[in-house]
């Protein structure tokens, strides 16, 4: 097991992580440097459902010119498709970024079991940066989180895109 730094309550300060679950969110950070390498914000998304990979998405909003396509909701798509229903009440998943309000209500709305992400989002973050949505005793489904799993390699894949996004034209970093 490894052991994986969480800040910020309600979340425990440490959460374990196994060589099983590090490994979709090696896939999960895979997806988001191929979304960096097209021009799109580099996340990256995994829905696991037992041991087997459901779907596989990064974000594609430029691609698509659609406002919707972030990494996570078209994981759930991908996921939904291929299971032959939106209810993903079993399935886990991984994604590089803290979700954003969007995600984290599709996250409730297609009942997944856990939730693992990487770093969090100080301008969009739907789990516990600005929000908690996952865990609103509101709502009919209730999220379980696993916080900052390699959030460090996920927060340096998007510094690193916003930091070329920056650079005159010509030049590198």
């Known amino acids: 097991m490894a052991t994986v730094a969480s800040a910020s309550l309600p979340f425990p300060d440490f959460t374990a992580v196994s060589e099983r679950e590090l490994a979709f969110m090696r896939q999960a950070l895979a997806a988001a440097e191929e979304a960096g390498g097209r021009g799109e914000v580099p996340v990256g998304a995994v829905v696991v459902l037992g041991d087997t990979i459901v779907a596989i998405a990064h974000n594609e909003r430029e691609t698509a010119s659609d406002p919707t396509a972030h990494a996570e909701i078209l994981a759930l798509r991908r996921a939904a498709a291929t299971l ?11 994604v590089t970024m803290e979700p954003c309000p969007m995600c984290a209500g599709a996250l409730v709305n297609a ?36 916080p900052g799993v390699l959030g460090a390699e996920g927060a340096a894949l998007l510094r690193g895109f916003f930091s070329r996004l920056r650079q005159p034209e010509g030049r590198t970093p």
């Open 111 to 146: 009942r997944i079991r856990r939730l693992y992400f990487g770093c969090d989002d100080p301008k969009a973050g739907a789990v516990r940066t600005l929000y908690n949505l996952v865990d609103d005793p509101r709502l009919n489904h209730r999220v379980e989180v696993v």
């Open 84 to 94: 032959g229903s939106w209810r993903l009440c079993d399935a886990d998943l991984f």
